[in-house]
């Protein structure tokens, strides 16, 4: 596909490759590796290694990159157009998730797609149904069965049986091992061993017809299917160039699939990944596909690499070497700016206060909003900031989750004062009257099937008046005897309320009488998720007890705060997202609050994929990071001691310095504006023609005296 001599035919839009870029773009190896440090431009070099290839005229449908996440995959669409690859080309080059494109083979296979099911939510039934013939069908050996049914057994099934099958444990043994000495081999008790098979029956369907598929089925499915049937690697598109991205997040079952893509004759491959940012290790994500899977299958795989991070500076480069005591550097001639903030201790609306004082100093010195991102531990920890922003007049916007207002638990909340005030009308959107009617339901446990639901939202979205005697009639449907009586009372209670009662106190009353944590542990499978849930109703009720408003004008402020947070601005807005989703992302400004013990690292998972996770949020950062952490040092984060800020400091300035004085212009290419008349005169006098970006250049280094007249701006 590349010759070692030829030069590079793709010639990116705005920067130079540098050397260590040139070699993995023009590589000519069947596997390439690239093993780097966040910001090293490993996406940006992938995109590089698929420029070139439809330079050399692969056509862009010939070319398939893989990602795992739709974060990772929007930032790869991203990369290839601003490296210079016009849309209209990069729109046909197949940017895919493995879940993604595993459901596209397995449909041609199959002929049809199964039921997608991607909560926790949606899975329980089956779940359910799964236990039930556990402990029906092995009543032989029951001694040794530990039935439990309660969400958080349910919420730990459904991780384990991910685990099992990502990294693709559940395969065929020997007819002589029994059941018992199975699950031993896989570490886990025999109930979820058997309980996994019995799901697995379950959701493989009769007749050969997948019945639905959760999180990470497909690639499972997909990566099964070729190993039972050879037959089907026929059915992968054949491509001639595959680019991985992001392949610390490889597992058994995805690298099984890249391993029968890579069967395919005259195809290539380079992939690039960065083992400090493995956040995904519950998925099987292992950093054992990257240092020694592929060359133990590949023995004439290269790797390259590079060195140098191009997203910021030395200051934050140094900081990440202290905290992850690896190398890392930057060539970068800027100083970017790590600065510190402190909130009183456990005062999250200080800590909040703080994050808009950074973003008011940012846009004070005329920088825009829109480079601006807060990245968040957890979304309850929006509530705060989300008011904070408000207050300050800031507009913002919520990325891969909903505002605070709009969540199912504070819907709920909203849904009862509706019910105390009678005045859903003057919730101006429709789509939120229904989600209002949505999360009574919900957390009032009614057992609304799909049509019902459907019924009841439309019916009341359109006539809101009738909410309060609906919602009394159908709370006789309440699946439980103790939810009816509990949410019957609160009902009541908010109906005798005159609007002048105190909000803060009356919504507290309301999570009191119906325990409203309770049932947030019954309705979310995932406690993770009820804990999250539990904060957020806190924080919403603190926001209205600190209000000191009634029960009328905490509604009129809530209406308010919801057309605030529904302006769309396109731009002068800060971004909140949560840290998970920034992955592969980059802003000029990030800032990361609530920085505590607790917070983050969270206590309820993996320390070393929460010291990946800060790893992965503090290197979106080019131009400045702004870490927010309590005043007592004791209760800080101990990631920000880590960074050894005040050690690195001095060498940081020197290295900008040592960077500035080695920086120079580099002459870049210049392109023209030809008619297709004009152009075999410009080839004649040595303009070269770019077939990715279609556009006739003239090198860089030329004269371009005689181009004068194809000048795109005289
Ligand atoms: N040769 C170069 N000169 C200057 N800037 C560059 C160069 N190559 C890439 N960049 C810039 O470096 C930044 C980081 O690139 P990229 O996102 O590709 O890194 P990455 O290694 O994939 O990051 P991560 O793993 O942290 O997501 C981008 O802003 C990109 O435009």
Redesign the pocket.
């Known amino acids: 596909m590349t010759s070692k001599t030829s030069p590079a035919r793709f010639v990116p839009h705005g ?4 050397v260590e ?1 040139q070699k993995i773009q023009l590589s000519q190896h069947r596997v390439t590796l690239i093993e ?10 992938l995109a590089l290694r698929v420029g070139e290839a439809i330079a050399r005229g692969v056509k862009p449908e010939q070319i398939l990159a893989l990602v795992f996440t739709p974060e990772a995959r929007e ?1 790869m669409e991203k ?1 290839l157009v ?1 490296i210079g690859i016009p849309y209209s080309t990069s729109a046909q080059i197949h940017v895919r998730t493995f879940e993604q494109f595993a459901t596209e083979v397995l449909k041609a296979i199959e002929g049809a797609s199964a039921t997608p099911l991607t909560t926790a939510n949606a899975l329980k039934p089956h779940a359910l149904a799964a236990i039930e013939q556990v402990s029906e069908g092995y009543a032989g050996i029951a001694e040794f069965l530990d039935i439990n049914t309660h969400n958080i057994a349910i919420s730990q099934f459904l991780d384990g049986q991910l685990r099992l099958k990502a990294t693709m444990a559940l395969e065929r043994w020997d007819d002589d091992t029994s059941l018992q000495e199975k699950a031993e081999r896989l570490s886990i008790p025999l109930t979820d061993y058997l309980w996994t098979l019995e799901y697995e029956r379950i959701r493989q369907g009769n007749f050969e017809e997948v019945l639905f598929r959760g999180p990470f089925d497909a690639t499972y499915d997909l990566a099964c299917q070729l190993h039972d049937f050879p037959d089907s690697k026929n059915a992968l598109p054949h491509y001639r160039l595959v680019v991985g ?2 392949l610390h997040d490889l597992n058994e079952a995805s690298f099984r699939i890249l391993e029968a893509l890579l069967a395919i004759d005259e195809l290539y491959f380079v992939g ?1 990944g ?1 083992k400090d ?1 493995v956040i995904y290790s519950s998925h099987g994500a292992d950093e054992s596909y990257l240092n020694h899977r592929f060359t133990d299958l590949y023995p004439g795989s290269v790797r390259y690499p ?1 060195t140098m ?3 910021h500076g030395p200051h934050l480069a140094y900081a990440m070497e202290a905290f992850k005591q690896k190398p890392v550097d930057s060539s970068l001639p800027v100083s970017t700016v790590i600065d510190q903030r402190h909130y009183h201790d456990r005062d999250h609306d200080d800590c909040a206060a703080q994050a808009v004082a950074a973003i008011k100093k940012w846009k004070s010195e005329k920088l825009p909003l829109e480079a601006c991102a807060i990245l968040l531990r957890d979304r309850h920890q929006s509530v705060a900031i989300e008011n904070a922003l408000m207050h300050a007049g800031i507009a913002y916007r919520t990325q891969g989750m909903q505002g605070y207002l709009q969540r199912e638990e504070i819907l709920f909340l909203r849904g009862m004062m509706a019910i105390a005030l009678k005045n859903l009308s003057a919730v101006q959107s429709e789509g939120v009257r229904k989600a209002i009617v949505e999360s009574l339901a919900i957390f009032g446990e009614i057992g609304f099937n799909a049509h019902d639901m459907n019924f009841a939202r439309n019916a009341i979205a359109q006539d809101p008046d009738i909410l309060n005697s609906f919602f009394s009639g159908q709370l006789q449907r309440s699946r439980s005897d103790k939810a009816r009586a509990r949410i019957s009372d609160a009902v009541s209670y908010m109906e005798t309320l005159l609007a002048d009662a105190p909000a803060g106190a009356v919504l507290q009353e309301v999570c009191d009488r119906i325990d409203l944590e309770a049932v947030a542990r019954r309705i979310y499978v995932n406690p993770h998720d009820a804990a999250v849930v539990a904060k957020s109703v806190q924080g919403f009720i603190e926001v209205a007890r600190k209000s000191a408003m009634n029960l009328r004008e905490f509604s009129e402020w809530i209406g308010a705060a919801d057309a605030f947070a529904s302006s769309r601005k396109s731009k002068g807005f800060v971004l909140l997202e949560c840290a998970v989703n920034a ?4 802003f000029d400004h990030v800032i990361l609050p609530f920085l505590e013990t607790g917070e983050f690292p969270s206590l309820l998972r993996d320390i070393k994929e929460e010291e990946n996770l800060f790893y ?1 949020v503090a ?2 950062a ?1 131009a400045r990071l702004t870490l927010i952490s309590p005043q007592d040092e004791a209760r800080r984060s101990p990631f920000i001691g880590r960074m050894e800020l005040a050690s690195t400091r001095s060498r940081a300035h020197a290295a900008v310095q040592s960077n500035l004085a080695q920086a120079t212009v580099v002459p870049s290419r210049l392109d023209l504006s030809v008619s297709y008349a004009d152009k075999d005169l410009v080839k004649a006098l040595g303009a070269q023609w770019d077939a990715t970006r279609k556009v006739w250049y003239v090198k860089a280094g030329l004269d371009t005296k005689p181009f004068e007249q194809w000048f795109r701006e005289k």
């Open positions: 920067f130079v490759p540098t870029q780097a440090n966040a910001g090293a431009a490993k996406t940006t070099t930032v990369r601003e991205d992001e690039a960065d940012q590079l991070t191009y997203r992955k592969g992302k980059e992965v290197t979106r080019k």
